[in-house]
């Protein structure tokens, strides 16, 4: 009996260390998958490897071990609206410097007149002739005795603030003020140059 005794605990410690190496044994395979798979998305750069942001392992310590990689999406949702801003500011970079002529202030001008305000090629030849008359569709263009300024002769030109307070260099606020000026006012570019007509204003 002593002797059963004596053997059984070390047979009981004999089992007890071959479950541990079994439980042990997946749980290093994991463990191995996971730093393979930690490897596989790591970047090389000059200052070793870089891992991304958007990388997730999950372990649990369950015994049915489950390995997920899932990318974040509002990271790139953000991502694309930072693009999508830069694309917009470099077309309106590209309007301004286009509008600093008068052939590309003629462009730009159509362009919004037909994109925002609906307005035909009728209203644009109405436009077209009101602003030769005003400044030659010259973004400097300045009257020295009433104080009128810009592409649409603004008087005063301070009013072109309610658009923005870069009118003095950007042809495009000037356009822009220019149509909303019409609009609020006259409705359309043929009444307001029909105004201009009888009155040598409008």
């Known amino acids: 009996m002593a002797s059963k005794r004596g053997r059984d605990p070390q047979g009981s410690s004999g089992k007890e260390s071959a479950m541990a190496i079994t439980v042990r044994k997946p749980r290093a395979i994991w463990s191995l998958v996971a730093t393979f798979l930690i490897l596989a998305v790591a970047q090389p750069t000059a200052q070793g490897l870089d891992f991304p942001t958007t990388t997730r392992l999950n372990l649990p310590d369950s015994p049915a071990l489950s390995l997920t990689i899932s990318k974040d999406a509002d990271l790139e949702q953000s991502a694309g609206v930072a693009i999508s801003e830069m694309a917009q500011v470099a077309l309106l970079a590209r309007q301004v410097e286009l509008a600093r002529s008068a052939t590309g202030a003629k462009y730009v001008a159509r362009t919004i007149m037909k994109s925002e305000y609906k307005w035909g090629d009728k209203e644009y030849s109405c436009i077209n ?32 603030d309610v658009v923005s307070t870069d009118w003095r260099t950007n042809p495009v606020t000037q356009i822009r003020w220019g149509l909303r000026y019409i609009s609020i006012r006259y409705e359309t570019p043929c009444k307001a140059w029909a105004k201009f007509k009888r009155s040598h204003y409008y």
Do not use: D, F, V
């Not at 008359?133 to 400097?140: I, R, V």
């Not at 649409?152 to 009013?159: T, V």
């Open 129 to 160: 002739r009101l602003w030769t008359k005003e400044s030659h569709w010259n973004y400097k263009a300045h009257n020295y005795r009433s104080g009128a300024h810009g592409i649409a002769q603004a008087l005063p030109a301070s009013k072109m």
